[in-house]
C-alpha cells in the first residue's frame, strides 16, 4: 500500500496512538468477535482488524520504520505487538488467516466455522490446497467438514458444532407453539444487472443470481399449492434488515393467495426464536436449518441446488455422503417426493421424529451446549508460561 493510500485511509478510521497491550489472546477480524468473546476472558483478549475499521500509528510507525508499506506487513507488526499465545477467527473461510501460521509458527491459530461450507462462492470453490495453509485447530461443525478441511489446510479439526447455536438458550417446551411451516429464506438482493456473475471461482466458472435462485422458483410454488390444499399457513423468515421490503416482495409474488406471512428479521437471534417456536421447518441449504436440527427441531432440506448450479457440494449434509433422499430430506427435484416428506415428517410423533433426527447427523453437526470443548480448548493454551516474544519465522 502506497504512503499516499495510507495518508486517504486515515481520513476515514478509528486511529489510537498507543502501543496495543500484550494479551495472551488475539481474535483476528472484528467479524464475529462478539460471539466468541462470550467465551473467552475479557481481561485475556482483544480484536485485531483486519478490514481497515482502525488505525494503530504506534503500529503503523514501527512498520513504516522497517521500510514495509504493504497493509499486511502492519497486521503482522499488530500481531508483533501483542504477542499473542493463540490468535483465533470466526471467519474460517479466509485464506489470510491459513497463511498466518508460516509467519508466525510460535502462535497457535484457531478458526471457528461460522457457517455451511460448500464450494460456489466459498473456500472450496475459490481456493485450491496449498502447502502454506496450516491453522493448529480447526474447529467444526461435523467430522465430515472436518475431514473436508484437514484434506484442504494442515492442521487438526475439532467438531464443536455450531459455535452460535451452541449458545442459544433454547426449551424445548417452547417449540410448536407456531402452526404451519417456516421457510427459512436465503435471500439476497440480485444485482442491478442479473447478467453480471454472482460469483466466480478459480476456474472460471460463474454463478449467476437467476441460477442459485432456480431452487426457489420450483419450490415456493409446491409450497403454496401445499398449503392451499392442506389448510397450512406459511411463514417466511426473513434473512435482512436491511432491503427486507424486497425480499418480502420477493416471496410475495410466489405465495401471494395463501395463507402466508413474512416475518422480518428483528435481530442478530431472532430468527433462532422465529425457528424454535415453529412446528415445522423447511429450508434449502440454510446455515440455521443445520443449527435447528442439532437442537433437535423438525426441519425438512429440500437441498435441490445441484440441478442448476452442477456442484455435488449443494447436496444435503455435503461433504457427508448421505444418500439423496432420507426421511427429512431430498436433492431430487420433485414435488412428489417433496409432498411425501412433509407429510411423512408432520405425521411423526416426537420420539419417531428424534429417531430418525440422530441417525442422519453426527456427520453433519454437533451440539456441544455453552462451547465446553472450545473453553476447555483456549483454556490448555493459557495453562503453560508464557514466552516474551513470538518468534517469526524468516
Known sequence: MRLSRWLALLRNLSISFRSPSRLPILIYDREGAEVLLQRLPAEKAGVLDVRKESLNIWVLFRTLLKGKLSYRHYLDEYIRAV??????????????????????????????QNGTRGEIGDVFGNTLPDPNF?????????????????SWIRGNSLTIGSFKNNEMDYNSASRGRRPGILFISTFLVPPPDRTEPLWIENDGKTTYWDDFYFAESVILP??????????????????????????????????DGCNWEFLRRAGKYSSYDYIDKSS?????????????????????????????????????????????RGPFWTNEESPEVFEDILDSVLAMSDNQWNEVRKRAIPEVIDLDPSNQRFSRLIQSFLQPSRPEEVILAN
Not at 499473542?84 to 509458527?105: A, G, H, M, S, W
Open 83 to 112: 504477542s499473542p499465545v493463540c490468535l483465533v477467527t470466526f471467519i474460517d473461510n479466509n485464506p489470510e488467516f491459513y497463511r498466518i501460521k508460516q509467519r508466525f509458527p510460535a502462535i497457535t491459530t484457531v478458526f471457528v
Open 134 to 150: 496450516k491453522v493448529d485447530y480447526m474447529l467444526v461443525h461435523g467430522d465430515a467438514v472436518g475431514r473436508k478441511y484437514e
Open 222 to 255: 409446491f409450497l403454496k399449492d401445499y398449503s392451499l390444499r392442506n389448510n397450512i399457513p406459511i411463514q417466511v423468515c426473513g434473512r435482512l434488515q436491511e432491503g427486507h421490503e424486497t425480499e418480502e416482495a420477493y416471496y410475495g409474488a410466489f405465495l
Open 280 to 324: 415445522l421447518v423447511l429450508n434449502i441449504d440454510s446455515t440455521l436449518g443445520y443449527e435447528a436440527l442439532a437442537r433437535g427441531c423438525r426441519v425438512v432440506f429440500f437441498s435441490i441446488r445441484e440441478a442448476s448450479l452442477k456442484s455435488v457440494a449443494t447436496r444435503f449434509g455435503w461433504p457427508a455422503g448421505l444418500p439423496a
